[in-house]
């Protein structure tokens, strides 16, 4: 990862669907901020062997969101675990669910737990993509106007 940019970290369960739609949808419009947010994203996940073996690199649903937005996804990546190492790489770290992802942590990383941001976007279990995607858009939209407003002064 580039030292060029501050680090935003996402992070969800299996790093296969939120995590990654995040990660995308900021890269993806933090490029073309103007001038440029120097800012990147990037994505893990807390328990990626949950993940189905087969399901492939990277949620349809997330792919098709990003198809639709005209979000090239064409160079994804197999899903990757947190490590010690990434949260200590991030200026900001976000997990996508609070009832889910703070107790993991607690578990695999007790000193961050309570350093870290979390947001409320359930996973397909509890919200359909249609509305699960959209809320992560909106969330990051506001976070890059923060960003953007804390770039500007």
């Not at 501050?6 to 739609?21: A, E, K, Q």
């Not at 949950?50 to 994804?76: C, E, M, N, R, W």
Request: charged content about 20%.
């Amino acid at each position: 990862m580039s030292s060029d940019f501050s680090h935003v970290l996402f992070i969800c369960t299996g790093n296969y669907y939120r995590s990654r739609f995040a990660e995308y949808v900021f890269n993806y419009h933090a490029i073309r901020t103007q001038p440029a947010l120097p800012w990147r994203a990037f994505s893990r996940g807390l328990a990626i062997d949950q993940v189905s073996p087969g399901a492939g690199h990277l949620s349809p649903f997330t792919l098709q969101a990003l198809s639709d937005k005209g979000i090239d996804a064409a160079a994804y990546r197999p899903p990757i675990a947190l490590g010690e190492q990434d949260l200590a790489l991030a200026g900001r770290v976000i997990a996508l669910k609070h009832a889910e992802h703070h107790p993991l942590m607690g578990k695999k990383f007790p000193h961050w737990q309570d350093r870290i941001e979390y947001w409320h976007v359930h996973d397909i279990d509890y919200a359909h993509p249609d509305q699960a995607l959209p809320e992560i858009e909106s969330l990051v939209a506001a976070l890059l106007a923060a960003l953007t407003a804390e770039q500007t002064g």
